[in-house]
């Protein structure tokens, strides 16, 4: 007679079998999977091992776990994630917004930290599910962002996930080509644009090369057209003395520095990721005073 299912025991076999798959973190995987499928907390393992899990419920583990060992991301399987706080919705035209990306928020943060309450206006291009801008707003209660997008369905993730977070009232979402559809000026630009090179992305690792959407890797053969037309662009987009940052590879701070010094920018700031390396800069028009707030070097 098989023993019934209970949570202690469904967690056990789902990191079983994903440790036998290979996968890097298994435990940590088996437990947001297990959780997902029986709508338990962190805490019901350790609280209720003896929990019973039904039918359905177990069903539902064996279908996620082994779409996990298949090597589907987690969050893809979960259909989101976190990212600064926000539940992030995704869709197969949205990236997996990266813990890297904060080190482009703390930037920016930190660039306009003389006036947090100030109304702002933030312009994002590449929105994806629009975690950079839709974190920006969460910060500052009186700025208002637009973000933009070429993949219709990551505007459609960005406007939902806009209302599931409660910060609808001030943002907004359309397609666009980069700035080809943007009418107006912003005090920040942010962008998080692709930056693998076109040559490299078949060595990246399978899950995000066979589950991130192309057209958030390649940015062309060496990676970095989408910073030449964001440094083209910017400054008929930027209102007095505005800022625009962007998230880079951690090889690249000087070839994009080069990009926007020769569009008439100066370096303002840069932030390093978690692991140290270099993640993003912001410019701002060279001989220009900073417009809504104060130093930053
Ligand atoms: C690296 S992803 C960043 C997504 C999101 N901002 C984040 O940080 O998670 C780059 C984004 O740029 C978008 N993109 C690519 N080419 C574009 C273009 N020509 N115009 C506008 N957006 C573009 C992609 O669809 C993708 O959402």
Redesign the pocket.
Known sequence: MTEPMTLGRALAGARKKLTEAGIGDAARDARLLVEAATGTGRLDAIARPDMPVDEAAAGRIEVCVARRAAGEPVHRILGGRS?HGLDLALNA??????DD?EA?VGLALDLFRANPGGAATIL??????????LALLAEWPHARAH?????KG?VEAAIANAANAGLAARFSASV???F?AVAGRYDLIV?????IASGAIGALDREVREH??R???DGGGDGLD?YR?IAAGAAAHLAEGGVVAV?TGFDQREAVTAIFTARGFDLRGSARDLGGRDRALAFRAANKPLGISGECV
Do not use: K
């Open positions: 990212f035209d949205t990236l997996e917004p990266r990306s482009m994002d291009l590449g929105t994806g599910t629009g975690a950079i801008g973000g933009v997008d070429i993949a990551a666009s080509d980069w080809a962008s998080n644009p692709p930056y991130d959407p057209r958030a890797l989408a037309i998230e």
